[in-house]
């Protein structure tokens, strides 16, 4: 039987940027809201919405039939379904419902989601790895793309929720296969935000209207969200986070260590990881990822 607001209560760890959009799809469409994050005042409209707190993940997993994570690293994601002090019962894992589905839309370590679905099974219940990909404004508009691994009865039972986050959503394979997707994503946008940088530094050195270039480019071959939407934020000089860049670092990291396992020689991967963590180092590690165009263009504007 698939989620319904009248059967499903829905918990959520995690209120960031993408986390609190995400939730506020699901609480939107009338399914009762449970949360917890490490600061509350971050829940505070889902509160003031009708949502439910709860002082820890065990907790919310105890009363939640669906419980989907987005929080920040993998040891993050090892700390919340395992427990993050060592307490036997602490964590998501050891609370789950029989039956109940817990979802992790972290961007994390592909091994982790096999281990987290293998505890699940052992409880009767069943788990997916389902990171995404659109930054906030695929979050605030619904439009993620959403890349899942696990069990196909499960992601058939959750499909409806998917489907109120985002606007591509796909069963890539068994756990850990959502994970791999990503990498796969996160590659695909390490060369490209960095190239376009570094065109736009370029356009800038040239004496060209950037927003002009941008407006004739993206339209054709060039053409994508980090040219089209991102490009437009370096143009304007906003370079407040829609995904940080300590995130983006994390993610490069975890392809390139998969990479590297797989005996794969990522050259492309491996350079804009090492510009990235350079601008980190430099001051850059709470902007958005466009901001690396404030290190190769040399503007601190």
């Known amino acids: 039987m698939t989620v319904s607001p009248e059967t499903t209560h829905v918990g959520f760890i995690g209120l960031g940027i993408m986390g609190r959009s995400m939730a506020g799809h699901i609480q939107a469409a009338g399914y009762p809201l449970h949360v917890y994050t490490r600061s509350r ?9 009708g949502a439910t707190w709860h ?5 919310l997993a105890a009363a939640c039939d669906v419980v989907i994570t987005m929080v920040g690293y993998p040891a993050d994601v090892e700390a919340v379904y395992f427990g993050a002090d060592g307490r036997a019962g602490s964590g998501i894992l050891a609370n789950l419902k029989p039956g109940a589905v817990a979802i992790d ?3 994390s370590a592909p091994t982790l989601a096999e281990r987290i679905a ?9 788990a997916l790895d389902a990171p995404v990909s659109g930054s906030d404004v695929g979050a605030r508009e619904a439009k993620l793309a959403i890349m899942v691994g696990g069990d196909r009865a499960a992601f058939d039972r959750v499909k409806p929720l998917f489907d109120l986050m985002g606007t591509s959503v796909a069963l890539l394979g068994p756990a850990g296969a959502g994970q791999h997707t990503k990498m796969v994503n ?17 356009a800038d050195r040239a004496g060209l209207d950037a927003g002009q270039v941008l407006d004739v480019i993206g339209g054709g071959a060039a053409g994508g969200f980090q040219l089209n939407v991102l490009g437009r934020r370096i143009v304007q000089r906003d370079f407040a986070p829609g995904f940080y860049v300590h995130l983006f670092i994390k993610d490069m990291g975890i392809a390139a260590g998969e990479a590297e396992r797989m005996g794969l020689d990522l050259e492309v991967l491996t350079l804009a990881k090492t510009l990235f963590e350079r601008f980190a180092a430099e001051g850059g590690r709470e902007d958005g990822t466009q901001g690396i165009f404030r290190m190769i263009a040399k503007d601190s504007g």
């Open 55 to 59: 002082d820890d993940p065990a907790a």
């Open 105 to 107: 839309m972290t961007t």
């Open 41 to 49: 005042d971050k829940a505070a409209p889902l509160e003031q919405a």
């Open 186 to 202: 996160q590659t695909v946008i390490a060369g490209t935000i960095t190239a376009v940088a570094e065109a736009l530094a370029y």
């Open 118 to 126: 293998a505890a699940a099974a052992e409880r009767g219940a069943a």
